[in-house]
């Protein structure tokens, strides 16, 4: 089993960036494809990003190509999300998210363990 913690969230203006981290323990996060979710109040989660075990592969939402970038780290056990050029309808709270898949898992239903989430928030 893996444990995840996301940190790294924040109030930012828009057009201003933030860098998320997720750390994982238990277990190398190298096991796993990793995801990126993210939830506003009153709606449903919404997937983010996606990066495959060995970071060769990723896959991003329309709503954020170009502007959100997702990497890892897997001798830090590590993974992150770039934000750039941010924008108010960005605001959410964002979790990582692991999973055994080796599809482009875009459900968050396919994914096994999750962090508790950190906030971001993006003033107008």
């Known amino acids: 089993q893996v444990q995840l913690v996301e940190s790294g969230g924040g109030l930012v203006q828009a057009g201003g960036s933030l860098r998320l981290s997720c750390a994982g323990s238990g277990r190398a996060l190298s096991n796993y494809a990793m995801g990126w979710f993210r939830q506003a109040p009153g709606l449903e989660r919404e997937f983010v990003a996606r990066i495959s075990r060995s970071g060769a592969n990723t896959y991003l939402a329309d709503s954020v190509k170009g502007r959100f970038t997702i990497s890892r780290d897997n001798a830090k056990n590590t993974v992150f999300l770039q934000m750039n050029s941010l924008k108010p309808e960005d605001t959410a709270v964002y979790y990582c998210?692991?999973?055994?898949?080796?599809?482009?898992?875009?459900?968050?239903?396919?994914?096994?363990?999750w962090g508790q989430g950190t906030q971001v928030t993006v003033s107008s």
């Open positions: 998210a692991a999973t055994t898949s080796y599809t482009t898992a875009v459900v968050g239903s396919m994914y096994n363990y």
